[in-house]
């Protein structure tokens, strides 16, 4: 049975950090990456990963401050983010999938599995 529990997510001030984990189970996940969900947004990307760690990319309104890493030994996928602003508040879903690909995924539309959510709260 695949499954991916996020954690870490809370109640943090503006310039804080909080660093969310994403554990995998169920399957070999070669992309893994984040998105997130404001009240009246779509879902956006955050960040993704490949299977090597080696190549990441990250939504312009994050780059610099938050950090996405794996341990494929723990099948676990992990969201450093730094200087929190309130605009980062919103729920953040770990997402992956099983299919080898060359390229970094960014759209929700091609991963196969999500978390259900964790939510982030940035005050001002």
């Known amino acids: 049975q695949v499954q991916l529990v996020e954690s870490g997510g809370g109640l943090v001030q503006a310039g804080g950090s909080l660093r969310l984990s994403c554990a995998a189970s169920?399957?070999?996940?070669?992309?893994m990456g984040w998105f997130r969900q404001a009240p009246g947004k779509e879902r956006e990307f955050v960040g993704a990963?490949?299977?090597?760690?080696?190549?990441?990319d990250y939504a312009d309104s994050v780059k610099g401050r938050f950090t996405i890493s794996r341990d494929n030994a723990k099948n676990t996928v992990y969201l450093q983010m730094n200087s929190l602003k309130p605009e980062d508040t919103a729920v953040y879903y770990c997402?992956?999938?099983?299919?080898?690909?060359?390229?970094?995924?960014?759209?929700?539309?091609?991963?196969?599995?999500w978390g259900q959510g964790t939510q982030v709260t940035v005050s001002s």
């Open positions: 169920g399957c070999t996940f070669y992309a």
């Open positions: 990963i490949s299977w090597s760690g080696g190549s990441t």
């Open positions: 997402a992956a999938d099983w299919r080898r690909r060359p390229n970094i995924l960014k759209v929700p539309g091609e991963y196969a599995y």
